[in-house]
């Protein structure tokens, strides 16, 4: 089945750092999404990317979609403190062999830790 | 927009008992809601994916009648852990995707089982 990785795991940096996490699918996918996860919360939807070698910013947040559509990157520029948080990709691939809703499949996540 | 709500939030139960966790889309229509399961610091899993008015259907490994979905409207879910042990105390969080294209999923706050 798909797999997306996410790396890496931990990531400590001090306040005004850069910050990257990258994902990576098995398989070519629809489009990706990332999201964020505050010790204790839930998931919160920050952007979805559909083009090949599609970049979005938001902010202090760049995202890039990978040409394949396999791969996808978060950066944060100038880290503070409120940046905090676990940082999920998330793969949609394709249909279920029965025709059914897609499925997201979740990377495991970089917790981001920010030092004043 | 888009908000989804869960209830409870928090319970704790004895062990063999059944829980009943609800999920609600609040200002939307929801024809596919998820359901995921997270571990401590660990990754969303997803157990089941919930269609108004048919069966859910379950990843790989998930025990239908342990873990019992209904989807009766299109803004509500509900997810019952049968007979509840304490490897079942985990985090669950649903999610609802707006009826049409938009392949965005927004999550619920979520609910912590502790079975004791």
């Known amino acids: 089945g798909q797999q997306v990785m996410q790396i890496p795991q931990y990531q400590h940096v001090q306040e005004g750092e850069d910050f990257t996490t990258y994902c990576n699918s098995s398989?070519?996918?629809?489009?990706i999404q990332w999201y964020k996860q505050r010790p204790g919360g839930h998931p919160v939807f920050l952007i979805q990317?559909?083009?090949?070698?599609e970049v979005k910013k938001q902010k202090r947040l760049t995202f890039q979609f990978g040409e394949a559509k396999k791969n996808s990157s978060l950066h944060i520029t100038a880290t503070q403190t409120t940046d905090v948080g676990t940082y999920f990709c998330?793969?949609?691939?394709?249909?279920?062999?029965?025709?059914?809703?897609?499925?997201?499949?979740f990377g495991s996540g970089t917790q981001l830790t920010v030092l004043p | 927009g888009a908000v989804v709500s869960q209830h409870p939030s928090w319970v704790i139960c004895k062990s063999g008992t059944s829980v009943k966790i609800e999920c609600r889309s609040l200002?939307?229509?929801?024809?596919?809601m998820f359901w995921y399961r997270q571990f401590p610091k660990q990754s969303l899993m997803l157990m089941a994916t919930?269609?108004?008015?048919?069966?859910?259907?379950?990843e790989q490994g998930v025990e239908k009648d342990k873990f019992l979905i209904n989807h009766a409207s299109l803004t509500l879910s509900t997810l019952t852990v049968t007979s509840a042990h304490p490897e079942d105390s985990s985090f669950y969080i649903c999610?609802?995707?707006?009826?049409?294209?938009?392949?965005?999923?927004?999550f619920g706050p979520g609910t912590r089982l502790l079975v004791l």
């Open positions: 999610s609802a995707r707006i009826r049409g294209f938009d392949q965005t999923q927004y």
């Open positions: 398989t070519t996918l629809s489009n």
């Open positions: 990317l559909v083009k090949s070698g």
């Open positions: 998330a793969g949609l691939g394709g249909f279920f062999s029965s025709g059914s809703a897609r499925q997201l499949t």
């Open positions: 200002d939307f229509q929801a024809t596919t």
């Open positions: 919930s269609n108004e008015g048919s069966k859910a259907t379950y």
